[in-house]
């Protein structure tokens, strides 16, 4: 079996079965990070969401919010500031809308960005952004959780829109820098009772904490690396069983002689039924003697 797997075409064979294997296994991987990813957020959302407040400022600073703070039950008081800021393409539910992103600046001078809530598209589509209620007026105490900046995508949005939660081009759209997280609000202040009524954000609230099929789609992958070596091994097999095959066959020589004759000798020969020529003499009777 090897002398035929040293030739161009299972050598090419082998090339591919293991360009397979090595896609695979990375696929695997890749899958299975997702799984984790999702596996770790539920974990870090079953230690914080239900868990009391604390103070905005005692969790976030200017740095980029560590992953393990994410979901972080907090609250603040301060103020809502202009300008407001629309993150599109967010589903909700099954809809596509806006995610209403307005700053909150702090009584100790921290601003940070909020989001309130998503709104669906308006009668034009993408085309225009809805009306959005105004942020309540005055002090109050905001309540909400913490949340990690999203990557940038890359895409010119159009002014007043993001592409994505990401905290320096929001930064840069408001002309100001921003705390090191964003907080998903619990919701705008006396607007709970009626979330869409006139424009008013509807809190996002618990997230899905579904963990996917990337978990089987990873085991999938991997027990998938070693199917074209076992291809190829059958596939081998095949080959030298055709060949044995074709070296036994007699191919189109004609049989022997002797073989003929045997078959003619062993043929059973009919027998002929002889035919009467002659009829039989009948019997002599008594009465003929006594005529004669």
Do not use: C
């Not at 002398?3 to 591919?16: K, S």
């Not at 979901?71 to 539910?93: E, I, K, Q, S």
């Not at 074209?228 to 044995?244: Q, S, T, Y």
Request: aromatic share 8%; hydrophobic share 40%; net charge neutral.
């Amino acid at each position: 079996m090897i002398r035929p797997l040293l030739t161009p075409r299972w050598l090419g064979a082998l090339l591919l079965a293991a360009l397979f294997a090595f896609v695979a296994y990375h696929l695997g991987w890749w899958q299975y990070s997702r799984y984790q990813a999702k596996a770790d957020r539920n974990t870090r959302i079953s230690a914080h969401y239900d868990a009391p407040p604390r103070p905005l400022t005692d969790i976030l600073t200017a740095r980029p919010l560590p992953i393990a703070d994410e979901w972080t039950h907090v609250t603040a008081t301060g103020t809502y500031a202009d300008p407001t800021l629309v993150a599109r393409g967010r589903t909700f539910n099954g809809d596509v809308g806006y995610e209403v992103l307005t700053p909150f600046r702090t009584t100790d001078g921290a601003l940070v960005l909020i989001d309130r809530g998503w709104i669906p598209l308006g009668d034009n589509g993408a085309e225009t952004i809805p009306r959005i209620a105004p942020a309540p007026a005055g002090q109050v105490t905001m309540t909400g959780w913490l949340r990690v900046g999203e990557q940038a995508r890359g895409k010119v949005a159009a002014q007043g829109q993001l592409a994505s939660i990401n905290l320096p081009e929001a930064a840069a759209a408001l002309g100001t820098p921003l705390l090191g997280g964003y907080v998903q609000s619990a919701g705008d202040p006396g607007a709970a009772s009626t979330p869409t009524a006139g424009g008013v954000p509807t809190p996002l609230g618990l997230p899905d904490t579904g963990l996917g099929p990337h978990q089987a789609y990873a085991y999938q992958w991997w027990v998938s690396m070693p199917l074209g070596f076992i291809l190829i091994f059958f596939g081998l097999r095949r080959e030298e069983g055709v060949a044995a095959d074709e070296s036994e066959a007699p191919g189109s020589a004609s049989p022997p002689t002797d073989a003929l004759d045997t078959r003619a000798e062993a043929r059973p020969v009919a027998r002929r039924r002889p035919r009467a020529t002659e009829r039989k003499p009948g019997k002599v009777r008594i009465w003929d003697e006594e005529d004669a």
